[in-house]
């Protein structure tokens, strides 16, 4: 497995969870590291994504309430979700990915279920 995510479950309108995803130290290096969230019947979207660069990209329907960042020293990338939404249900997988080479990898995904 190269990229093991971890931190899902289940959790309250308005609480909070983090997302955590360790790489090979090739693929956290070489890649943009995100997180996709695929809600029941829905296709796979881009949540949030960090670049090696420290730039960051969010969706809109999670700035403000989500945090990605990047942990250089354990290969590990973060996603504090706060203010959740039962809109925000789904399952949320990590992905390693470079558009210039290209390479393109998933983690198993998380469950996350956010309650009324």
């Known amino acids: 497995v190269q990229l093991q995510a971890s931190g899902g479950g289940l959790v309250q309108a308005g609480g909070s969870l983090r997302l955590s995803c360790t790489a090979s130290?090739?693929?956290?290096?070489?890649?943009?590291m995100g997180w996709f969230r695929q809600a029941p019947g829905k296709q796979r979207d881009l949540v949030a994504r960090a670049f090696s660069s420290g730039n960051t990209y969010y969706a809109d329907s999670v700035k403000g309430r989500f945090t990605i960042s990047r942990d250089n020293a354990k290969n590990t990338v973060y996603l504090q979700m706060d203010g959740l939404k039962p809109e925000d249900t789904g399952v949320y997988y990590c992905?390693?990915?470079?558009?210039?080479?290209?390479?393109?990898?998933w983690g198993q995904g998380t469950l996350v279920t956010v309650s009324s």
């Open positions: 992905n390693a990915n470079n558009i210039l080479r290209p390479t393109n990898y």
């Open positions: 130290a090739t693929i956290f290096r070489d890649n943009a």
